[in-house]
């Protein structure tokens, strides 16, 4: 077979979860949460699935959710999207931001990426037949050089892609930035994709900016967000995406013959859930708490700890401890100290290295104190 992604291997999560699951290593790399969702939730799922709503959902997905969706951009955001036309369910973000990228992108159009990118979007790009420019965030803050950005737009770009709070850095735009971007979509012909799966996930009393406020952008801008990492579910695979109608209309002809529609009683549960409990205004103040601890430990190692503002992941520079490459280190790490990590250079196009790894911290405290453990001895 003619490959048609001939320089990409298997994902990094799945490498390092395995290289975690044979060696029997705390898994800090792939990000997931290791303690169970709300048996609320649960239950609402085993009490769809008796109750025998297991056909197709609609190809928009469960109305109850959409609205409620759009009731809640409304009420956090004061945005407007209409449940009919400008908000779709999806088979996780992973599935709304592949089928976006089919949407938009033909040959030779160019995207916009700002590395560390998380590692869906250039495949992705480049499956369509589009060019993936990529503009590196400042290390060590990470911060988006705008000057740089208003540089490579031209008339071939077609995308740019914002993850934001963003994985793997942990860094969260400010309103200066959103406004940076909206005058920027103001300028030029090219769309948005702000990936926000993060968006409850923020630190230190700093609140999410969503391009989803940016309502002189609206026809611009395509959000994503993920219910896995909201209710502490990434096995479920729901998610969704926002689009001002005339985006969504193209949006469902892909998605229609894409997968057609999600699983129908996870819907269902989480549309209920949602309407009847407050789980997600919590989220910043429950991920801080593991944040605070897991740095305070981090402190006690070798590690130079880089800020999280942001996300259930933090990085750290390993200089002191390593000469080896990144995917070295973290596979050194896994194997001997048994804990896993995620080496930040597969998140670059051409895989630099800065030495540094990335933790996942979505886990229950004894499991970040023990890695904490294997940590010091480094
Ligand atoms: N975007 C980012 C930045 C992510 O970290 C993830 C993590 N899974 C996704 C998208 C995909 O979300 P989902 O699991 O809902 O497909
Ligand atoms: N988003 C998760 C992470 O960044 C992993 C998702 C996946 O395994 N594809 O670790």
Request: proline share 3%; net charge negative.
């Given at each position: 077979?003619?490959?048609?992604?001939?320089?990409?291997s298997t994902t990094i999560f799945s490498v390092m979860s395995q290289l975690a699951n044979e060696h029997q290593a705390i898994n800090l790399a792939q990000g997931f949460?290791d303690?169970?969702?709300?048996?609320?939730?649960?239950?609402?799922?085993?009490?769809?699935?008796?109750?025998?709503?297991?056909?197709?959902?609609?190809?928009?997905?469960?109305?109850?959710?959409?609205?409620?969706?759009?009731?809640?951009?409304?009420?956090?955001?004061?945005?407007?999207?209409?449940?009919?036309?400008?908000?779709?369910?999806?088979?996780?973000?992973?599935?709304?931001?592949?089928?976006?990228?089919?949407?938009?992108?033909?040959?030779?159009?160019?995207?916009?990426?700002?590395?560390p990118?998380y590692d869906?979007?250039?495949?992705?790009?480049?499956?369509?037949?589009?060019?993936?420019?990529?503009?590196?965030?400042?290390?060590?803050?990470?911060?988006?050089?705008?000057?740089?950005?208003?540089?490579?737009?031209?008339?071939?770009?077609?995308?740019?892609?914002?993850?934001?709070?963003?994985n793997p850095?942990?860094?969260?735009?400010?309103?200066?930035?959103?406004?940076?971007?909206?005058?920027?979509?103001?300028?030029?012909?090219?769309?948005?994709?702000?990936?926000?799966?993060?968006?409850?996930?923020?630190?230190?009393?700093?609140?999410?900016?969503?391009?989803?406020?940016?309502?002189?952008?609206?026809?611009?801008?395509?959000?994503?967000?993920?219910?896995?990492?909201?209710?502490?579910?990434t096995?479920?695979?729901?998610?969704?995406?926002?689009?001002?109608?005339?985006?969504?209309?193209?949006?469902?002809?892909?998605?229609?013959?894409?997968?057609?529609?999600?699983?129908?009683?996870?819907?269902?549960?989480?549309?209920?859930?949602?309407?009847?409990?407050?789980?997600?205004?919590?989220?910043?103040?429950?991920?801080?708490?593991?944040?605070?601890?897991?740095?305070?430990?981090?402190?006690?190692?070798?590690?130079?700890?880089?800020?999280?503002?942001?996300?259930?992941f933090?990085s750290a520079?390993y200089?002191?401890?390593?000469?080896l490459s990144d995917d070295e280190f973290a596979k050194e790490l896994t194997i001997n100290h048994k804990v896993a990590t995620i080496p930040i250079s597969a998140f670059?196009?051409?895989k630099?290295?800065?030495?540094i790894v990335r933790f996942c911290f979505a886990k229950?405290?004894?499991?970040?104190?023990?890695a904490?453990?294997?940590?010091?001895?480094?």
């Open positions: 077979i003619k490959s048609k992604l001939p320089n990409i949460p303690f169970n969702a709300d048996s609320e939730l649960i239950s609402r799922l085993n009490f769809y699935s008796t109750q025998n709503y297991n056909q197709y959902a609609p190809m928009t997905g469960v109305e109850k959710l959409r609205i409620l969706l759009s009731e809640k951009y409304s009420s956090i955001y004061q945005s407007d999207y209409d449940f009919q036309n400008e908000i779709n369910i999806t088979s996780g973000a992973s599935q709304a931001i592949f089928n976006i990228i089919s949407t938009l992108i033909h040959p030779n159009d160019e995207v916009i990426i700002f590395e990118a869906l979007y250039q495949p992705t790009v480049e499956l369509f037949g589009g060019k993936i420019v990529s503009i590196q965030l400042k290390y060590p803050e990470y911060s988006i050089d705008f000057e740089e950005l208003k540089q490579k737009i031209n008339d071939k770009t077609k995308l740019i892609i914002v993850n934001n709070p963003n850095t942990g860094r969260i735009l400010s309103e200066n930035d959103l406004k940076q971007f909206e005058q920027i979509l103001k300028d030029s012909n090219c769309y948005l994709l702000a990936d926000e799966v993060y968006e409850h996930i923020t630190f230190d009393g700093k609140s999410h900016q969503s391009f989803a406020k940016l309502k002189s952008v609206k026809d611009k801008v395509f959000i994503v967000g993920s219910f896995g990492k909201l209710f502490h579910i096995g479920w695979k729901i998610g969704y995406i926002l689009a001002e109608k005339e985006l969504m209309k193209e949006f469902r002809k892909c998605h229609q013959f894409n997968t057609f529609s999600t699983h129908t009683p996870s819907q269902y549960a989480i549309a209920d859930y949602l309407e009847n409990s407050d789980h997600y205004l919590h989220l910043n103040d429950f991920f801080q708490q593991k944040r605070d601890l897991f740095v305070d430990g981090l402190k006690s190692t070798n590690f130079e700890i880089l800020s999280s503002e942001g996300t259930y933090i520079n200089s002191k401890i390593s000469d670059y196009h051409d630099t290295d800065h030495n229950k405290d004894e499991t970040l104190l023990m904490i453990e294997n940590l010091k001895n480094l």
